[in-house]
């Protein structure tokens, strides 16, 4: 079992920079591939950025590649979303899961665990 919470999230300009982190609790973090999702009103759950478990191998979702960086730390527990650039398409719910390694990494339905989500805004 895995609970995750998501912190960061907030109100930003255009232009601006967001950290987001995910918080783990249990012992086997170390050993599930962990992603983030978001979701726009309206609009479907979408895959963002993933990393393996051992934080060697990250996959970016096209529209934020250059611009988001996911990381790890498993010694905390804990995997971030650095966002810089953002844009106001990025507006949405940030969601963290996790999934045990060897599953595709875009697909939701590949995730076991989630959290409850962080509200990110960004204003023109």
């Known amino acids: 079992q895995v609970q995750l919470v998501e912190s960061g999230g907030g109100l930003v300009q255009a232009g601006g920079s967001l950290r987001l982190s995910c918080a783990a609790s249990?012992?086997?973090?170390?050993?599930?591939?962990m992603g983030w999702f978001r979701q726009a009103p309206g609009k479907e759950r979408e895959f963002a950025a993933t990393?393996?478990?051992?934080?060697?191998?990250?996959h970016y979702e096209d529209s934020v590649k250059g611009r988001f960086t996911i990381s790890r730390d498993n010694a905390k527990n804990t995997v971030y979303l650095q966002m810089n650039s953002l844009k106001p398409e990025d507006t949405a719910v940030y969601y963290c899961?996790?999934?045990?390694?060897?599953?595709?990494?875009?697909?939701?339905?590949?995730?076991?665990?989630w959290g409850q989500g962080t509200q990110v805004t960004v204003s023109s």
């Open positions: 990393i393996s478990a051992g934080g060697i191998s990250t």
């Open positions: 249990g012992r086997t973090f170390n050993s599930y591939g």
């Open positions: 899961a996790a999934r045990p390694s060897g599953r595709e990494w875009t697909s939701p339905y590949n995730y076991d665990y």
